[in-house]
């Protein structure tokens, strides 16, 4: 005897749990015709073939009738089942696997919205190449991840949602995340408004390109609009990898504590950090930017670490938090900026820990004016000013401050100046001016135009352990 197939196995399976007592055996004449009598007859078909069995004028449980009968309730079954699967068919065919996006029909949805739609909690949404007009709004832990020139671009009558405050405009964008965590990856945005918004909850943001995406900070004014990234409402999120070219900036409000590194930024997008909470920026890579590469105006706990920055038209890094916090850690350490107008600005009030950055090149490598800290193991070369400082009472201490115009400007203040290297300036290596009265303590001075020069008004506390070349002159 053949094997059964699945199918001849259900309906033997049906025949022999059919129950007694059903409608009359003129359905068996029925289905033989159509079944059609010339063919041969599958072996599940051949049992209702057999000879009726009746007791007492019913019909007992191996009559044909019963098998028709159990035949039928068993494609009724599958009929059922397969009706009530119909509108989730393409879900149900992609839970073992991922969710394909795909304009040429190939794939289980042909938007990324619908997608997102049908998805639930713990998919995974790949998004074939093409260019996909839509604003998705994404409120379930997905992950999103482009394949090749997946391009996501915000439709011109696309809905808006709010990037910052309470009582602010909305903006447009290409992709809202709304309380969520789950991952977007290897998309590009592109084109002014296509901004990626995210809103609370704790993502992923990784590997993305994003072109020409509003636009760069200085180009329309001091706007806290056009950005490229929008991370607010306490979010927690991780951007890590992004390009970012010739747009608006990453930029963070309302409360949000996010980790931001190793993303590329050229051609203008900058850092817009804002915020009340603590805030991570390691590692990034800035070029281009017409007013700053990282403005920092939080009032959180901030670690800016790591960052290169280069050919720069303003400032490399602004630290103004606003509103002043005392107590809070405010850490810049291990950066390299080349090229701006001010390597490191400080405004008044800030308490930085300036600590192990490279500063080449600069007009200025540190400038300041009414803050406090301490700058220290910091490598200046070549700038027109290495510090500048004004009413400094923190730390300078080893630090190593050669070539260009000025090593060290000191205008009043109590700063503590020990321990640094200042040479080959071809102006004042060591400027105590104003009403100073700082502390110097193991420095060295040699090799510049004049070592070391003291206001008449200052009076600077300085002992035996500095070492100030024969060169050196006071006035």
């Given at each position: 005897?053949?094997?059964?197939?699945?199918?001849?196995?259900?309906?033997?399976?049906?025949?022999?749990?059919?129950?007694?007592?059903?409608?009359?055996?003129?359905?068996?004449?029925?289905?033989?015709?159509?079944?059609?009598?010339?063919?041969?007859?599958?072996?599940?078909?051949?049992?209702?073939?057999?000879?009726?069995?009746?007791?007492?004028?019913?019909?007992?449980v191996?009559?044909?009738?019963?098998?028709?009968?159990?035949?039928?309730?068993?494609?009724?079954?599958?009929?059922?089942?397969?009706?009530?699967?119909?509108?989730?068919?393409?879900?149900?065919?992609?839970?073992?696997?991922?969710?394909?996006?795909?304009q040429?029909?190939?794939?289980?949805?042909?938007?990324?919205?619908?997608?997102?739609?049908?998805?639930?909690?713990?998919?995974?949404?790949?998004?074939?190449?093409?260019?996909?007009?839509?604003?998705?709004?994404?409120?379930?832990?997905?992950?999103?991840?482009g394949?090749?020139?997946?391009?996501?671009?915000?439709?011109?009558?696309?809905?808006?949602?709010?990037?910052?405050?309470?009582?602010?405009?909305?903006?447009?964008?290409?992709?809202?995340?709304?309380?969520?965590?789950?991952?977007?990856?290897?998309?590009?945005?592109?084109?002014?408004?296509?901004?990626?918004?995210?809103?609370?909850?704790?993502?992923?943001v990784?590997?993305?390109?994003?072109?020409e995406?509003?636009?760069?900070?200085?180009?329309?004014?001091?706007?806290?609009?056009?950005?490229?990234?929008v991370?607010?409402?306490?979010?927690?999120?991780?951007?890590?990898?992004?390009?970012?070219?010739?747009?608006?900036?990453?930029?963070?409000?309302?409360?949000?504590?996010?980790?931001?590194?190793?993303?590329?930024?050229?051609?203008?997008?900058?850092?817009?950090?804002?915020?009340?909470?603590?805030?991570?920026?390691r590692?990034?890579?800035?070029?281009?930017?017409?007013?700053?590469?990282?403005?920092m105006?939080?009032?959180?706990?901030?670690?800016?670490?790591?960052?290169?920055?280069?050919?720069?038209?303003?400032?490399?890094?602004?630290?103004?938090?606003?509103?002043?916090?005392?107590?809070?850690?405010?850490?810049?350490?291990?950066?390299?900026?080349?090229?701006?107008?001010?390597?490191?600005?400080?405004?008044?009030?800030?308490?930085?820990?300036?600590?192990?950055?490279?500063?080449?090149?600069?007009?200025?490598?540190?400038r300041?004016?009414?803050?406090?800290?301490?700058?220290?193991?910091?490598?200046?070369?070549?700038?027109?000013?290495?510090?500048?400082?004004?009413d400094?009472?923190?730390?300078?201490?080893?630090?190593?401050?050669?070539?260009?115009?000025?090593?060290?400007?000191?205008?009043?203040?109590?700063?503590l100046?020990?321990?640094?290297?200042?040479?080959?300036?071809?102006?004042?290596?060591?400027?105590?001016?104003?009403?100073?009265?700082?502390?110097?303590?193991?420095?060295?001075?040699?090799?510049?135009?004049?070592?070391?020069?003291?206001?008449?008004?200052?009076?600077?506390?300085?002992?035996?352990?500095?070492?100030?070349?024969?060169?050196?002159?006071?006035?």
């Amino acid at each position: 005897m053949n094997e059964q197939t699945d199918f001849e196995r259900l309906v033997a399976d049906q025949l022999g749990h059919a129950a007694v007592g059903a409608p009359p055996e003129s359905a068996i004449t029925e289905t033989i015709e159509r079944a059609g009598g010339s063919r041969r007859l599958p072996e599940w078909l051949a049992l209702i073939k057999e000879s009726p069995m009746r007791t007492n004028s019913h019909l007992a449980v191996g009559s044909p009738t019963v098998r028709v009968l159990a035949i039928l309730g068993a494609t009724l079954l599958l009929a059922l089942t397969l009706a009530a699967a119909g509108a989730g068919a393409q879900r149900l065919m992609a839970a073992g696997g991922p969710i394909v996006v795909d304009q040429s029909g190939e794939g289980d949805y042909d938007t990324i919205g619908e997608a997102v739609a049908a998805a639930a909690d713990g998919d995974e949404v790949i998004v074939r190449p093409g260019t996909y007009a839509e604003s998705v709004m994404i409120d379930k832990d997905l992950a999103v991840r482009g394949e090749g020139a997946a391009v996501l671009q915000a439709p011109e009558e696309g809905p808006t949602a709010i990037t910052h405050g309470e009582t602010a405009d909305g903006e447009r964008y290409a992709m809202l995340l709304s309380d969520v965590s789950g991952s977007v990856e290897g998309l590009t945005f592109r084109g002014d408004h296509s901004l990626l918004i995210v809103s609370g909850g704790s993502p992923t943001v990784l590997d993305n390109v994003f072109e020409e995406v509003g636009f760069a900070f200085g180009t329309a004014g001091l706007s806290f609009d056009g950005s490229s990234i929008v991370l607010n409402r306490g979010t927690s999120a991780a951007v890590r990898g992004n390009t970012i070219l010739d747009g608006g900036p990453i930029a963070t409000f309302g409360g949000a504590s996010p980790t931001i590194e190793e993303n590329v930024l050229e051609g203008g997008p900058h850092l817009f950090l804002t915020s009340d909470s603590d805030l991570i920026v390691r590692d990034n890579r800035i070029t281009g930017t017409l007013v700053q590469g990282i403005g920092m105006y939080s009032s959180g706990n901030v670690l800016i670490e790591g960052n290169h920055f280069s050919d720069l038209t303003g400032i490399g890094i602004n630290l103004d938090p606003d509103p002043v916090v005392p107590g809070v850690d405010l850490i810049v350490r291990d950066n390299t900026v080349a090229g701006a107008s001010r390597g490191i600005e400080i405004a008044q009030g800030a308490a930085a820990m300036v600590e192990g950055n490279t500063l080449t090149d600069n007009e200025a490598a540190v400038r300041s004016q009414g803050s406090s800290g301490r700058i220290a193991g910091n490598l200046l070369f070549d700038n027109r000013i290495g510090l500048s400082l004004i009413d400094y009472p923190g730390e300078i201490t080893d630090n190593v401050i050669e070539g260009g115009g000025a090593g060290i400007l000191i205008q009043g203040g109590s700063s503590l100046i020990d321990g640094n290297d200042v040479t080959g300036h071809s102006g004042r290596a060591i400027s105590i001016g104003g009403d100073s009265t700082a502390t110097l303590t193991d420095n060295r001075s040699c090799d510049n135009g004049e070592n070391l020069w003291i206001a008449d008004t200052a009076e600077p506390d300085i002992d035996d352990s500095n070492e100030i070349c024969e060169d050196a002159t006071t006035e």
